[in-house]
C-alpha cells in the first residue's frame, strides 16, 4: 500500500477548531499534485489494461462497436459532470461557504450548501439516468444508425446509463473535497472505475459477452462514488454549528448555485467536448483509418497537457477560496504562477513530441496491424496537433479564473463557442487539400484563438492579471521550447532504434529547455533557482 504524505490528508482537524485553515503553501501543493499526478497515471496505465482486455475478448467487431457507442454517454458525463461541469461552478460555490465558516457566519454555511444541494441535484440525476434508460434504443439510433447488431447496443447504452447518477454523485464529491483541499480520494476515482471495468471483463465475458464490459461501467460508477464519500462525510462531521439550517443560509446557497452560473459552465464543458465530435465528423469523409490517426495522435500529444492543468486542478480551490475572502491579488499572483508553471510543463512535454514523434509512435503502436505508413501518417499529424497543446493548457488554466468567482459570466462560453466556429470553419476548408493533417491544423488554431480571447477577457471584473507580463513570459518559455525541439529533433533522427531515440531526444530536449529557459531568463527559471540557492545556503 502506497504511503501518502500527510500533509494531502490530513485528517484531523487543528486543535480546539472545527473549521480548518486553508493551506495555499507551495509545499502542500507541490505534494498535493504529486499525489494527484502519480494516482492520475496509475488509473491511465489501468485505462489502458481495459482496453487491452476489451480488445483480448471482443477483437475489433461488431461486439466491441456496440459497446463504444454505448460508451459515448460515460465519455460526455465525465466531461460534463467530473472534469469540468460540475467541478467549475462547485468548487466556487463551496469555497465561498467555506469562508463564510472562516468568518464565523451564523450556523454552518458547508452544511447548508450540501442540504440546499445535493438533494436536488440527485434527483436531477436519477431522471437523467432513467431518461436514458428508457431512450435506449432512440439513442443508439441516433449515435449509430447503422450499427449491425443494434440490440446488444441497446443493452449497454442501459447499463451505462447508470453513470448520469453515480457520475453526478462523483463529481459532487469531488468538487467538494477539492475545495476542501483533499485531492488523495478525488484522485483515486479513475482508479476504481478502471479497475471495476476490468473485473467484470475477466469474470462475466464468458457468459454475459460484451455486456459485461458496460455491467463494469456501471459497478465502476458506483464505486467512484463510495471511493470518496467517506472522506465528505468526515469533512462535514467537523463542521461546526447547529444542524438547523439558519435564517440566512438558503438565500447563500441558493445564491452560490444560480441557474445561470450552472448553464454557463455546461455550454462551456459542452463547447469544448464538441471539437471530438467535429474532427471525428470531418474525418468521416477520409479513407479508412483518418480517424484512427487523429485519435492516437491526440491520447498521446494530449498526456502533457492533462500532467499541466493537474496544477491548476490542485489550486483551483485556493483560488477561489481567495476571491471569496476578497484577497484579489493574492488569487491574481496564483493565477499567473499557474499559467506559467502550466505553460512550461506542456511547452517542455511538446518539445519532447513533436522531437520524437516517429519514434514514440512506433515505439507504442507499430505491430500488428498498425504499419509503418500508420506511423508516419500519425507521427505527423500529431507534430500539427501539438502546436496547439498550449492553447488547450490555457483555456483549462484561464476558465478555471473565470470560474471561480462563483458568478455568472459568459466569457469562457462565447470564447470556447468562437474557437469550435473557427476550428470548423478552417477543417471544411483544409479537409479536402490537407486531410487528417488539415483537421489537426483546425483544432490547434481554434484552440489558440479561444485562449487568446480568454487572456484577454481577464480584466478588473475577473481576475486582474497582468498580461502583457504574462505573456512575456510565455514568450520567452516558447522560445525556448522551440531551440529545444530543433535539437531534440536533430538526436531523434540520427538515432536508429525507436526506444533509445525516444531517451535520447527526451534528454536532449529537457537539458537545452533548461539552459535556454535560464539564458532567455524565463520563468521559473530564475526564480526556481533562487529557491534552490536559498534552500543550499540554508542547509550550509
Known amino acids: ?57 471482443f477483437g475489433a467487431g461488431t461486439d466491441t462497436d456496440a459497446f463504444l457507442v454505448a460508451w459515448t454517454i460515460p465519455e460526455l458525463a465525465a466531461t460534463l459532470l467530473i472534469e469540468d461541469g460540475l467541478a467549475f461552478f462547485l468548487v466556487p460555490a463551496f469555497s465561498l461557504a467555506l469562508a463564510r465558516r472562516a468568518d464565523d457566519a451564523a450556523g454552518d454555511p458547508v452544511r447548508a450548501l450540501v442540504r440546499a444541494s445535493l438533494p436536488r441535484m440527485s434527483l436531477w440525476f436519477t431522471a437523467a439516468s432513467l431518461v436514458l434508460m428508457a431512450a435506449a434504443p ?39 473535497l477539492r475545495a476542501h483541499q483533499r485531492f488523495v480520494a478525488p484522485a483515486t476515482v479513475y482508479v476504481a472505475y478502471n479497475a471495476a471495468i476490468i473485473t467484470a471483463l475477466f469474470v462475466l465475458a464468458a457468459p454475459w459477452g460484451v455486456r459485461a464490459a458496460a455491467a463494469g461501467v456501471a459497478v465502476g460508477g458506483a464505486l467512484m462514488v463510495v471511493a470518496q464519500a467517506p472522506s465528505l462525510w468526515r469533512e462535514l462531521r467537523r463542521g461546526r454549528g447547529p444542524t438547523a439550517v439558519p435564517a440566512a443560509a438558503g438565500p447563500v446557497a441558493a445564491a452560490t448555485l444560480q441557474t445561470a452560473i450552472i448553464w454557463t459552465v455546461l455550454l462551456f464543458a459542452l463547447c469544448r467536448q ?3 465530435l467535429i474532427e471525428r465528423f470531418l474525418a468521416s469523409s477520409l479513407p479508412a483509418g483518418a ?44 493565477v499567473e504562477r499557474d499559467v506559467v508553471l502550466a505553460g512550461c510543463v506542456v511547452l517542455l512535454g511538446t518539445a519532447a513530441v513533436i522531437a520524437s514523434a516517429p519514434a514514440l509512435i512506433e515505439l507504442l503502436f507499430q505491430r500488428g496491424a498498425f504499419t509503418a505508413r500508420d506511423t508516419a501518417t500519425t507521427a505527423s499529424v500529431m507534430r500539427v496537433y501539438a502546436l496547439g497543446l498550449l492553447g488547450h493548457t490555457l483555456v483549462g488554466a484561464l476558465a478555471r479564473a473565470h470560474f471561480s468567482l462563483a458568478r455568472t459570466t459568459w466569457i469562457p462560453c462565447c470564447t470556447m463557442f468562437t474557437g469550435i466556429v473557427t476550428t470548423a470553419g478552417i477543417g471544411f476548408l483544409t479537409v479536402g487539400t490537407w486531410g ?50 530543433a535539437l531534440g529533433a536533430l538526436c531523434e533522427e540520427r538515432v536508429g532504434q525507436p526506444a533509445l531515440a525516444v531517451l535520447a531526444s527526451g534528454a536532449v530536449v529537457t537539458v537545452s529547455f533548461v539552459l535556454l529557459g535560464l539564458l532567455l531568463r524565463a520563468q521559473p527559471w530564475p526564480s526556481a533557482l533562487r529557491h534552490v540557492t536559498g534552500k543550499l545556503r540554508h542547509a550550509r
Open 436 to 485: 487528417v493533417h488539415g483537421i489537426a491544423a483546425a483544432n490547434a488554431t481554434g484552440i489558440c484563438v479561444s485562449a487568446l480571447l480568454l487572456l484577454r477577457g481577464m480584466g478588473p471584473d475577473t481576475v486582474p492579471i497582468r498580461t502583457r507580463r504574462l505573456a512575456g513570459q510565455l514568450g520567452r518559455l516558447v522560445a525556448a521550447a522551440g531551440g529545444a525541439t
Open 291 to 334: 480517424i484512427s490517426h487523429l485519435n492516437y495522435a491526440q491520447k498521446v500529444a494530449q498526456m502533457p497537457m492533462v500532467l499541466s492543468l493537474m496544477l491548476c486542478t490542485v489550486t483551483f480551490p485556493v483560488v477561489a477560496r481567495a476571491l471569496a475572502a476578497g484577497e484579489t491579488e493574492r488569487a491574481r499572483d496564483r
Open 1 to 57: 500500500m502506497t504511503t501518502v504524505p500527510p500533509a494531502v490528508t490530513t485528517e484531523q482537524a487543528p486543535p480546539g477548531a472545527g473549521k480548518p485553515a486553508a493551506k495555499s503553501g507551495g509545499s502542500f501543493l507541490a505534494k498535493a499534485w504529486l499525489v494527484t499526478a502519480a494516482l492520475s497515471v496509475a488509473g491511465s496505465l489501468l485505462g489502458l489494461v481495459r482496453d487491452q482486455a476489451l480488445a483480448h475478448f
Open 274 to 276: 464538441s471539437q471530438v
Open 138 to 176: 432512440y439513442v443508439v439510433a441516433l449515435l449509430a444508425p447503422g450499427l449491425p447488431d443494434r440490440q446488444a447496443a441497446v443493452d449497454c447504452t442501459r447499463l451505462t446509463a447508470t453513470c448520469a447518477f453515480t457520475f453526478g454523485l462523483t463529481g459532487y464529491c469531488s468538487a467538494a
